[in-house]
Protein backbone atom coordinates (compact mmCIF):
# COMPACT_ATOMS: atom_id res chain seq x y z
CA UNK A 1 0.00 0.00 0.00
CA UNK A 2 1.34 3.36 -0.57
CA UNK A 3 1.82 5.61 2.48
CA UNK A 4 -0.48 8.66 2.94
CA UNK A 5 2.84 10.81 3.55
CA UNK A 6 6.91 9.60 3.02
CA UNK A 7 9.59 12.04 4.05
CA UNK A 8 12.87 11.07 3.30
CA UNK A 9 15.85 12.74 4.36
CA UNK A 10 14.42 16.13 4.44
CA UNK A 11 16.46 19.11 4.97
CA UNK A 12 15.36 22.53 5.62
CA UNK A 13 16.54 26.01 6.41
CA UNK A 14 15.11 29.32 7.24
CA UNK A 15 17.67 31.63 5.86
CA UNK A 16 21.48 30.12 7.34
CA UNK A 17 19.04 28.79 10.23
CA UNK A 18 18.53 24.64 9.96
CA UNK A 19 14.93 23.91 10.81
CA UNK A 20 15.23 19.64 9.70
CA UNK A 21 17.76 17.47 9.59
CA UNK A 22 17.63 14.73 7.83
CA UNK A 23 14.28 14.12 8.51
CA UNK A 24 12.51 10.57 7.20
CA UNK A 25 9.43 8.92 8.20
CA UNK A 26 6.41 7.30 6.92
CA UNK A 27 2.66 7.73 7.64
CA UNK A 28 0.00 4.37 6.25
CA UNK A 29 -3.77 5.26 5.52
CA UNK A 30 -5.20 5.49 8.53
CA UNK A 31 -2.68 6.20 10.85
CA UNK A 32 -3.07 8.87 13.64
CA UNK A 33 -0.09 10.45 14.66
CA UNK A 34 1.15 12.56 16.63
CA UNK A 35 4.33 15.12 15.78
CA UNK A 36 5.07 16.52 18.76
CA UNK A 37 8.65 18.28 20.75
CA UNK A 38 9.04 21.70 21.70
CA UNK A 39 8.65 25.56 20.62
CA UNK A 40 11.05 25.67 17.00
CA UNK A 41 11.62 22.20 16.98
CA UNK A 42 10.24 22.40 13.08
CA UNK A 43 7.01 20.74 13.64
CA UNK A 44 4.83 23.39 11.91
CA UNK A 45 7.81 23.68 9.17
CA UNK A 46 7.18 20.51 8.12
CA UNK A 47 3.35 20.67 8.04
CA UNK A 48 4.00 23.47 5.46
CA UNK A 49 6.68 21.11 3.36
CA UNK A 50 3.52 19.04 3.38
CA UNK A 51 1.34 21.37 2.21
CA UNK A 52 3.79 22.55 -0.73
CA UNK A 53 4.31 25.83 0.91
CA UNK A 54 8.03 25.17 1.54
CA UNK A 55 10.13 23.80 -0.58
CA UNK A 56 12.87 21.28 0.88
CA UNK A 57 16.27 22.42 0.74
CA UNK A 58 17.05 18.32 0.16
CA UNK A 59 15.47 15.44 0.40
CA UNK A 60 11.63 14.42 -0.80
CA UNK A 61 7.93 14.81 0.60
CA UNK A 62 5.81 12.21 -0.81
CA UNK A 63 1.92 12.82 -0.62
CA UNK A 64 0.63 9.30 -1.75
CA UNK A 65 2.96 9.28 -4.76
CA UNK A 66 2.76 12.78 -5.44
CA UNK A 67 6.50 14.73 -4.77
CA UNK A 68 4.86 17.37 -2.47
CA UNK A 69 7.78 19.54 -4.35
CA UNK A 70 6.60 19.28 -7.42
CA UNK A 71 3.14 20.34 -7.21
CA UNK A 72 1.45 23.39 -6.40
CA UNK A 73 -0.14 24.20 -2.83
CA UNK A 74 -3.39 24.44 -4.74
CA UNK A 75 -3.21 20.55 -6.82
CA UNK A 76 -1.86 18.96 -2.99
CA UNK A 77 -4.98 21.08 -1.44
CA UNK A 78 -6.75 17.35 -3.25
CA UNK A 79 -4.83 15.05 -1.16
CA UNK A 80 -3.61 17.03 1.86
CA UNK A 81 -5.93 19.49 3.98
CA UNK A 82 -3.95 21.61 6.66
CA UNK A 83 -6.05 23.03 9.69
CA UNK A 84 -3.16 25.52 10.91
CA UNK A 85 -2.11 26.95 14.50
CA UNK A 86 -4.40 30.25 13.94
CA UNK A 87 -6.92 28.88 11.84
CA UNK A 88 -9.43 31.49 13.62
CA UNK A 89 -8.19 33.91 11.82
CA UNK A 90 -8.12 32.74 8.68
CA UNK A 91 -12.10 32.71 7.41
CA UNK A 92 -12.79 34.54 5.17
CA UNK A 93 -16.54 34.06 4.26
CA UNK A 94 -19.65 35.75 5.08
CA UNK A 95 -20.99 32.69 6.88
CA UNK A 96 -19.29 29.63 7.63
CA UNK A 97 -21.37 27.67 5.48
CA UNK A 98 -19.61 29.47 2.55
CA UNK A 99 -15.94 29.28 3.95
CA UNK A 100 -16.99 25.41 4.57
CA UNK A 101 -17.63 25.21 0.80
CA UNK A 102 -14.58 27.40 -0.66
CA UNK A 103 -12.03 24.42 -0.71
CA UNK A 104 -13.91 22.38 -2.88
CA UNK A 105 -15.76 24.72 -4.96
CA UNK A 106 -12.07 26.08 -5.39
CA UNK A 107 -10.97 22.26 -6.61
CA UNK A 108 -13.29 21.88 -8.69
CA UNK A 109 -16.07 19.61 -7.10
CA UNK A 110 -19.64 20.44 -8.71
CA UNK A 111 -22.21 22.65 -6.73
CA UNK A 112 -24.41 19.98 -5.68
CA UNK A 113 -21.66 17.55 -4.73
CA UNK A 114 -20.01 19.90 -2.89
CA UNK A 115 -23.06 20.97 -0.99
CA UNK A 116 -23.58 17.36 -0.25
CA UNK A 117 -19.57 17.51 1.59
CA UNK A 118 -20.03 20.68 3.24
CA UNK A 119 -23.24 19.25 4.70
CA UNK A 120 -21.42 16.60 6.07
CA UNK A 121 -18.66 18.13 7.27
CA UNK A 122 -21.27 20.49 9.15
CA UNK A 123 -22.80 17.79 10.96
CA UNK A 124 -19.30 15.91 11.85
CA UNK A 125 -18.34 18.79 14.38
CA UNK A 126 -21.89 19.85 15.07
CA UNK A 127 -21.88 23.08 13.60
CA UNK A 128 -25.43 22.84 11.69
CA UNK A 129 -26.79 25.30 14.02
CA UNK A 130 -24.05 27.60 13.38
CA UNK A 131 -23.67 27.31 9.25
CA UNK A 132 -25.40 30.70 8.60
CA UNK A 133 -23.57 32.81 11.36
CA UNK A 134 -20.71 35.13 10.23
CA UNK A 135 -17.33 33.31 11.40
CA UNK A 136 -16.49 36.55 13.74
CA UNK A 137 -19.70 36.95 15.60
CA UNK A 138 -18.51 33.18 17.19
CA UNK A 139 -15.86 32.16 19.26
CA UNK A 140 -12.49 31.73 18.46
CA UNK A 141 -12.04 28.18 19.35
CA UNK A 142 -15.78 27.35 17.17
CA UNK A 143 -14.22 29.39 14.05
CA UNK A 144 -11.56 27.07 14.59
CA UNK A 145 -13.94 24.26 14.61
CA UNK A 146 -15.10 26.08 10.94
CA UNK A 147 -11.61 25.77 9.67
CA UNK A 148 -11.59 22.35 10.73
CA UNK A 149 -14.91 21.47 8.53
CA UNK A 150 -13.51 23.01 5.40
CA UNK A 151 -10.08 20.81 5.63
CA UNK A 152 -12.87 18.25 5.84
CA UNK A 153 -15.28 18.74 2.97
CA UNK A 154 -11.90 18.57 0.82
CA UNK A 155 -11.59 14.33 1.79
CA UNK A 156 -8.53 14.78 2.07
CA UNK A 157 -6.96 11.34 2.44
CA UNK A 158 -3.99 13.35 4.61
CA UNK A 159 -4.98 15.73 7.22
CA UNK A 160 -2.74 17.62 9.16
CA UNK A 161 -3.97 19.59 12.42
CA UNK A 162 -1.89 21.91 13.84
CA UNK A 163 -2.60 22.57 17.79
CA UNK A 164 -6.17 21.66 17.06
CA UNK A 165 -7.40 21.71 20.89
CA UNK A 166 -5.61 25.22 21.91
CA UNK A 167 -8.69 27.02 23.99
CA UNK A 168 -11.00 24.10 23.45
CA UNK A 169 -13.16 23.09 26.19
CA UNK A 170 -14.46 19.45 27.24
CA UNK A 171 -16.98 19.37 25.05
CA UNK A 172 -15.61 20.95 21.74
CA UNK A 173 -12.10 18.65 22.22
CA UNK A 174 -14.74 15.63 21.93
CA UNK A 175 -15.80 16.45 19.01
CA UNK A 176 -12.11 16.66 17.66
CA UNK A 177 -11.44 13.27 18.87
CA UNK A 178 -14.28 11.69 17.34
CA UNK A 179 -13.80 13.23 14.25
CA UNK A 180 -10.18 12.10 13.96
CA UNK A 181 -10.95 8.75 14.70
CA UNK A 182 -13.58 8.49 12.21
CA UNK A 183 -11.36 9.67 9.34
CA UNK A 184 -8.37 7.57 10.75
CA UNK A 185 -11.54 4.63 10.71
CA UNK A 186 -12.05 5.42 7.28
CA UNK A 187 -8.81 5.09 5.98
CA UNK A 188 -7.81 8.96 6.14
CA UNK A 189 -3.99 9.38 8.36
CA UNK A 190 -3.64 11.72 10.47
CA UNK A 191 -1.31 14.40 11.42
CA UNK A 192 -1.28 16.35 14.72
CA UNK A 193 1.18 18.64 15.68
CA UNK A 194 0.73 19.17 19.14
CA UNK A 195 1.70 20.37 22.83
CA UNK A 196 -1.02 18.40 24.08
CA UNK A 197 0.47 15.35 25.11
CA UNK A 198 -2.64 14.05 27.26
CA UNK A 199 -5.00 14.92 24.47
CA UNK A 200 -2.49 13.05 21.90
CA UNK A 201 -2.08 10.17 24.10
CA UNK A 202 -6.09 9.78 24.39
CA UNK A 203 -6.94 9.99 20.50
CA UNK A 204 -3.64 9.13 18.38
CA UNK A 205 -1.58 5.55 18.40
CA UNK A 206 1.83 6.48 16.95
CA UNK A 207 4.36 9.49 18.17
CA UNK A 208 6.61 11.47 16.03
CA UNK A 209 8.87 13.50 18.04
CA UNK A 210 11.14 16.37 16.82
CA UNK A 211 14.01 18.08 18.46
CA UNK A 212 16.55 20.59 17.03
CA UNK A 213 14.90 19.87 13.63
CA UNK A 214 15.78 16.26 13.46
CA UNK A 215 13.11 12.60 14.86
CA UNK A 216 14.23 11.73 18.47
CA UNK A 217 11.61 9.21 18.97
CA UNK A 218 8.87 6.80 16.62
CA UNK A 219 6.94 4.89 17.95
CA UNK A 220 4.27 4.05 19.77
CA UNK A 221 2.72 7.09 22.39
CA UNK A 222 1.76 5.28 25.31
CA UNK A 223 5.74 4.20 25.22
CA UNK A 224 6.61 7.50 25.00
CA UNK A 225 4.68 8.45 28.21
CA UNK A 226 5.89 5.68 30.06
CA UNK A 227 9.24 7.20 29.88
CA UNK A 228 9.10 10.05 32.12
CA UNK A 229 12.77 10.87 31.81
CA UNK A 230 12.59 11.11 28.12
CA UNK A 231 9.70 13.24 28.25
CA UNK A 232 11.90 15.59 30.58
CA UNK A 233 14.50 15.75 28.18
CA UNK A 234 12.19 16.24 25.41
CA UNK A 235 10.51 19.45 27.06
CA UNK A 236 7.69 17.28 27.32
CA UNK A 237 5.30 17.04 30.06
CA UNK A 238 4.68 14.08 31.53
CA UNK A 239 0.66 13.13 30.84
CA UNK A 240 -1.12 12.89 34.49
CA UNK A 241 -3.08 9.66 33.49
CA UNK A 242 0.80 8.58 33.10
CA UNK A 243 1.88 10.37 36.05
CA UNK A 244 -0.93 8.54 38.18
CA UNK A 245 0.30 5.27 36.79
CA UNK A 246 3.77 5.89 37.85
CA UNK A 247 3.22 7.69 41.35
CA UNK A 248 1.09 4.66 42.43
CA UNK A 249 2.75 1.86 40.47
CA UNK A 250 -0.63 0.96 38.98
CA UNK A 251 -0.10 -2.78 37.21
CA UNK A 252 0.02 -2.66 33.79
CA UNK A 253 1.18 1.46 34.00
CA UNK A 254 -2.04 2.08 32.43
CA UNK A 255 -1.91 5.86 30.30
CA UNK A 256 -5.16 6.45 29.20
CA UNK A 257 -8.24 7.28 31.21
CA UNK A 258 -10.35 4.26 30.34
CA UNK A 259 -7.76 2.18 30.83
CA UNK A 260 -6.65 3.45 34.29
CA UNK A 261 -10.38 3.77 35.38
CA UNK A 262 -11.19 -0.33 35.49
CA UNK A 263 -7.36 -0.95 37.55
CA UNK A 264 -8.23 1.69 39.76
CA UNK A 265 -12.02 0.67 40.83
CA UNK A 266 -10.20 -2.97 41.09
CA UNK A 267 -7.64 -1.66 43.64
CA UNK A 268 -10.08 0.37 45.04
CA UNK A 269 -12.28 -2.58 45.51
CA UNK A 270 -9.20 -4.37 46.98
CA UNK A 271 -8.58 -1.83 50.00
CA UNK A 272 -5.25 -1.49 47.81
CA UNK A 273 -6.13 2.18 47.33
CA UNK A 274 -7.89 3.90 50.10
CA UNK A 275 -10.98 5.63 49.87
CA UNK A 276 -9.95 9.18 48.80
CA UNK A 277 -11.75 12.01 51.21
CA UNK A 278 -12.21 15.38 51.18
CA UNK A 279 -9.21 16.30 52.84
CA UNK A 280 -7.21 15.84 50.06
CA UNK A 281 -7.48 19.56 48.35
CA UNK A 282 -4.48 21.03 46.59
CA UNK A 283 -0.80 21.20 48.67
CA UNK B 1 -6.59 42.35 51.75
CA UNK B 2 -9.31 42.23 48.66
CA UNK B 3 -7.37 43.23 45.40
CA UNK B 4 -10.25 42.80 42.86
CA UNK B 5 -13.64 42.77 44.03
CA UNK B 6 -16.32 42.52 41.68
CA UNK B 7 -19.84 43.05 43.15
CA UNK B 8 -22.98 42.40 41.17
CA UNK B 9 -21.71 42.87 38.00
CA UNK B 10 -23.68 42.42 34.71
CA UNK B 11 -22.43 43.27 31.25
CA UNK B 12 -24.00 43.49 27.73
CA UNK B 13 -21.49 43.96 24.92
CA UNK B 14 -22.72 46.56 22.22
CA UNK B 15 -25.99 45.82 19.97
CA UNK B 16 -26.26 42.69 22.42
CA UNK B 17 -29.86 42.00 24.62
CA UNK B 18 -27.93 38.75 25.89
CA UNK B 19 -25.99 39.52 29.05
CA UNK B 20 -21.99 38.46 28.73
CA UNK B 21 -21.64 38.63 32.85
CA UNK B 22 -25.03 37.82 34.83
CA UNK B 23 -24.71 39.63 38.16
CA UNK B 24 -20.90 38.14 39.14
CA UNK B 25 -19.70 38.56 42.66
CA UNK B 26 -16.48 37.69 42.76
CA UNK B 27 -13.20 38.45 45.43
CA UNK B 28 -9.16 37.75 44.82
CA UNK B 29 -7.61 38.31 48.30
CA UNK B 30 -3.41 39.58 48.38
CA UNK B 31 -1.64 36.28 47.41
CA UNK B 32 -4.14 34.35 46.11
CA UNK B 33 -4.28 32.52 42.73
CA UNK B 34 -7.93 32.04 41.25
CA UNK B 35 -8.66 29.88 38.57
CA UNK B 36 -11.55 31.11 35.98
CA UNK B 37 -12.78 27.79 34.08
CA UNK B 38 -15.99 27.49 31.92
CA UNK B 39 -17.34 26.03 28.50
CA UNK B 40 -16.33 28.25 25.20
CA UNK B 41 -18.57 31.27 25.79
CA UNK B 42 -18.95 31.33 29.43
CA UNK B 43 -17.42 35.04 29.80
CA UNK B 44 -14.11 33.86 31.46
CA UNK B 45 -12.44 36.10 29.25
CA UNK B 46 -15.20 38.79 29.38
CA UNK B 47 -14.81 38.71 33.49
CA UNK B 48 -10.64 39.17 32.69
CA UNK B 49 -11.92 42.35 30.23
CA UNK B 50 -13.87 43.43 33.19
CA UNK B 51 -11.73 43.02 36.15
CA UNK B 52 -9.29 44.77 33.87
CA UNK B 53 -11.47 47.82 33.46
CA UNK B 54 -11.32 47.27 29.62
CA UNK B 55 -15.23 46.74 29.01
CA UNK B 56 -16.46 48.83 28.80
CA UNK B 57 -13.97 51.39 28.78
CA UNK B 58 -12.61 50.42 25.18
CA UNK B 59 -14.90 47.77 24.43
CA UNK B 60 -18.10 49.66 24.59
CA UNK B 61 -21.40 48.56 25.96
CA UNK B 62 -23.09 48.64 29.31
CA UNK B 63 -21.95 47.83 33.36
CA UNK B 64 -24.02 47.36 36.08
CA UNK B 65 -22.50 46.73 39.64
CA UNK B 66 -19.11 47.75 41.08
CA UNK B 67 -15.86 46.83 40.15
CA UNK B 68 -13.03 47.56 42.47
CA UNK B 69 -9.37 47.08 42.11
CA UNK B 70 -7.19 47.84 45.21
CA UNK B 71 -3.33 47.97 45.21
CA UNK B 72 -0.16 49.72 47.01
CA UNK B 73 0.38 53.07 44.55
CA UNK B 74 3.79 52.71 45.33
CA UNK B 75 5.46 49.97 43.84
CA UNK B 76 3.67 49.65 40.28
CA UNK B 77 0.34 48.09 41.83
CA UNK B 78 -2.17 48.65 38.93
CA UNK B 79 -3.94 45.95 37.25
CA UNK B 80 -2.56 43.94 33.89
CA UNK B 81 -4.09 41.75 31.64
CA UNK B 82 -2.09 38.99 29.39
CA UNK B 83 -4.16 38.29 26.24
CA UNK B 84 -4.64 34.54 24.93
CA UNK B 85 -3.10 35.63 21.44
CA UNK B 86 0.41 37.73 22.36
CA UNK B 87 0.35 39.01 18.98
CA UNK B 88 -2.82 40.81 19.72
CA UNK B 89 -1.00 42.64 22.71
CA UNK B 90 2.41 44.10 20.71
CA UNK B 91 2.25 47.77 21.16
CA UNK B 92 3.44 48.07 17.85
CA UNK B 93 6.28 50.61 19.53
CA UNK B 94 8.73 48.14 20.37
CA UNK B 95 11.60 47.24 17.57
CA UNK B 96 13.39 45.33 19.78
CA UNK B 97 12.17 42.78 22.70
CA UNK B 98 13.88 45.03 25.75
CA UNK B 99 11.94 48.27 23.98
CA UNK B 100 8.66 46.15 24.02
CA UNK B 101 8.81 45.30 27.44
CA UNK B 102 9.74 48.85 28.33
CA UNK B 103 6.44 50.01 26.63
CA UNK B 104 4.46 49.87 29.93
CA UNK B 105 6.57 50.90 32.54
CA UNK B 106 7.58 54.14 30.20
CA UNK B 107 3.60 54.91 29.82
CA UNK B 108 3.59 54.73 33.78
CA UNK B 109 6.07 57.25 33.93
CA UNK B 110 8.88 55.14 35.34
CA UNK B 111 12.44 56.89 35.58
CA UNK B 112 14.47 55.47 32.53
CA UNK B 113 17.04 53.41 35.46
CA UNK B 114 13.84 51.70 36.89
CA UNK B 115 12.33 50.76 33.55
CA UNK B 116 16.19 49.22 32.67
CA UNK B 117 16.09 47.32 36.34
CA UNK B 118 12.75 46.33 35.94
CA UNK B 119 12.56 45.63 32.56
CA UNK B 120 16.22 42.88 32.68
CA UNK B 121 14.54 41.35 35.42
CA UNK B 122 11.27 40.31 34.03
CA UNK B 123 13.39 39.42 30.99
CA UNK B 124 15.07 37.39 33.03
CA UNK B 125 11.98 35.70 35.13
CA UNK B 126 10.01 35.32 31.56
CA UNK B 127 12.90 33.35 30.07
CA UNK B 128 13.40 35.68 27.30
CA UNK B 129 16.62 37.52 28.68
CA UNK B 130 18.93 35.94 25.34
CA UNK B 131 15.92 37.72 22.66
CA UNK B 132 16.49 40.93 24.45
CA UNK B 133 17.71 42.31 20.55
CA UNK B 134 15.02 40.58 18.26
CA UNK B 135 12.48 42.32 17.01
CA UNK B 136 9.66 41.04 18.04
CA UNK B 137 7.63 40.67 14.77
CA UNK B 138 10.29 37.65 14.28
CA UNK B 139 9.60 35.50 17.36
CA UNK B 140 7.24 31.90 17.21
CA UNK B 141 3.96 32.45 19.12
CA UNK B 142 5.69 31.19 22.08
CA UNK B 143 8.56 33.33 22.27
CA UNK B 144 5.94 36.26 22.22
CA UNK B 145 3.84 34.34 24.61
CA UNK B 146 6.68 34.98 27.01
CA UNK B 147 8.10 38.60 25.79
CA UNK B 148 4.18 39.66 26.74
CA UNK B 149 4.58 37.85 30.12
CA UNK B 150 8.14 39.95 30.33
CA UNK B 151 6.24 42.97 29.53
CA UNK B 152 3.38 42.82 32.32
CA UNK B 153 5.57 41.33 34.77
CA UNK B 154 7.76 44.72 34.34
CA UNK B 155 5.21 46.87 35.58
CA UNK B 156 5.11 44.53 38.93
CA UNK B 157 1.19 44.62 39.36
CA UNK B 158 -1.24 44.11 42.45
CA UNK B 159 -3.73 42.19 40.39
CA UNK B 160 -2.24 40.35 37.87
CA UNK B 161 -5.07 38.22 35.23
CA UNK B 162 -3.77 35.77 32.88
CA UNK B 163 -5.96 34.87 30.26
CA UNK B 164 -5.14 31.13 28.39
CA UNK B 165 -1.28 31.97 29.10
CA UNK B 166 0.30 28.81 28.13
CA UNK B 167 -2.02 28.73 25.05
CA UNK B 168 0.96 28.70 22.71
CA UNK B 169 3.60 27.08 25.32
CA UNK B 170 5.50 23.94 24.96
CA UNK B 171 5.63 21.56 28.47
CA UNK B 172 8.30 23.28 29.72
CA UNK B 173 6.76 27.03 28.83
CA UNK B 174 4.00 26.10 30.72
CA UNK B 175 5.33 24.59 33.65
CA UNK B 176 7.88 27.93 33.70
CA UNK B 177 4.95 30.22 33.90
CA UNK B 178 3.16 28.58 36.12
CA UNK B 179 6.19 28.94 38.68
CA UNK B 180 5.98 32.58 37.47
CA UNK B 181 2.32 32.86 38.34
CA UNK B 182 2.92 31.67 42.13
CA UNK B 183 6.19 33.62 42.21
CA UNK B 184 3.50 36.81 41.74
CA UNK B 185 1.41 35.85 43.98
CA UNK B 186 4.22 35.41 46.84
CA UNK B 187 5.21 38.37 46.32
CA UNK B 188 1.88 39.35 47.22
CA UNK B 189 0.37 40.02 43.87
CA UNK B 190 -3.42 38.74 43.04
CA UNK B 191 -3.73 36.54 40.32
CA UNK B 192 -7.10 35.40 38.37
CA UNK B 193 -6.29 32.82 35.32
CA UNK B 194 -8.96 31.85 33.50
CA UNK B 195 -7.14 28.54 31.71
CA UNK B 196 -8.06 25.57 29.85
CA UNK B 197 -5.47 23.74 31.25
CA UNK B 198 -7.13 21.72 34.16
CA UNK B 199 -4.75 19.60 34.64
CA UNK B 200 -2.79 22.15 36.13
CA UNK B 201 -5.01 23.85 38.42
CA UNK B 202 -5.28 21.85 41.22
CA UNK B 203 -1.75 22.66 42.41
CA UNK B 204 -1.64 26.22 41.21
CA UNK B 205 -4.87 27.53 42.62
CA UNK B 206 -6.31 27.67 46.01
CA UNK B 207 -10.10 28.17 44.84
CA UNK B 208 -11.40 27.37 41.27
CA UNK B 209 -14.56 29.47 39.55
CA UNK B 210 -17.03 27.71 37.75
CA UNK B 211 -18.69 30.60 35.02
CA UNK B 212 -21.67 29.16 32.82
CA UNK B 213 -23.68 31.69 31.05
CA UNK B 214 -22.17 34.52 32.70
CA UNK B 215 -23.02 33.28 35.89
CA UNK B 216 -20.73 32.03 38.70
CA UNK B 217 -21.67 28.51 39.10
CA UNK B 218 -19.38 27.26 41.75
CA UNK B 219 -16.53 29.24 43.82
CA UNK B 220 -14.58 26.77 45.77
CA UNK B 221 -11.42 24.88 46.48
CA UNK B 222 -10.70 22.48 43.17
CA UNK B 223 -11.13 19.41 45.16
CA UNK B 224 -15.11 20.61 46.05
CA UNK B 225 -15.79 22.10 42.55
CA UNK B 226 -14.23 19.38 40.61
CA UNK B 227 -16.34 16.86 42.43
CA UNK B 228 -19.34 18.22 41.41
CA UNK B 229 -20.59 15.89 38.48
CA UNK B 230 -22.34 18.71 36.57
CA UNK B 231 -19.08 20.28 35.79
CA UNK B 232 -18.34 17.49 34.01
CA UNK B 233 -21.60 16.67 32.40
CA UNK B 234 -22.15 20.48 31.42
CA UNK B 235 -19.02 22.60 32.27
CA UNK B 236 -15.47 22.25 31.24
CA UNK B 237 -14.76 18.94 33.12
CA UNK B 238 -11.98 18.57 35.52
CA UNK B 239 -8.35 17.01 35.81
CA UNK B 240 -7.33 14.16 34.05
CA UNK B 241 -6.59 12.49 37.28
CA UNK B 242 -10.38 12.94 38.91
CA UNK B 243 -11.79 11.64 35.54
CA UNK B 244 -10.09 8.74 36.20
CA UNK B 245 -11.77 8.05 39.56
CA UNK B 246 -15.49 8.99 37.77
CA UNK B 247 -14.34 6.74 35.07
CA UNK B 248 -13.62 3.77 37.71
CA UNK B 249 -17.50 4.55 39.11
CA UNK B 250 -16.37 5.58 42.30
CA UNK B 251 -18.49 8.39 44.29
CA UNK B 252 -16.95 11.54 44.88
CA UNK B 253 -15.00 13.47 46.24
CA UNK B 254 -12.10 12.75 43.82
CA UNK B 255 -8.77 12.97 43.77
CA UNK B 256 -7.87 16.19 41.53
CA UNK B 257 -3.92 15.71 41.30
CA UNK B 258 -1.66 12.73 41.26
CA UNK B 259 -0.34 15.00 44.28
CA UNK B 260 -3.39 14.34 46.25
CA UNK B 261 -3.95 10.44 44.50
CA UNK B 262 -0.17 9.75 45.85
CA UNK B 263 -0.93 11.33 49.40
CA UNK B 264 -3.99 8.95 49.99
CA UNK B 265 -2.22 6.24 49.09
Known sequence: MTPALSCERLSFAYGGRPVLRDVSCVVAPGERVALIGRNGAGKTTLTRLVAGLERAASGTVRVGDWDAGRHRPDELARRVAVVFQHADQQLFARTVREDVAFGPLALGVPGPEAGVRVAAALAELDLGSVASEHPYDLPPPVRKLAALAGALALAPSLLVLDEPTTGLDRALRARVARVIRARAAAGCAVLVVTHDVAFAVEVLDRALVLDGGAVVFDGAIAELCRDPTRLRTLGLREPPVAALSRALDLPGRPVRIDDAAPIVAACCASGGLPYIGESHGPT | ?265
Open chain 2, 1 to 265: MTRLSLERVSFWYPASDRPALCDVSLRVGRGEIVALVGNVGAGCSTLLCVAAGLAPRVTGGRLDGRVECAGPETAGGGRVLLLPAPWTQLSGMGVTVRDEVAFGPANLGWPLERIRVAGERAMARAGVADLADRDPLTLSGGELQRVMLAGVLTMEPALLLLDEPTAELDGDGAAALWAVAREEAGRGAAVLVATSDLDAVPDLASRVVWLADGAVRADGAPAAVFADDAIWREGPGGPAVADVWRAAGLAPPWPVSVTAAARAR
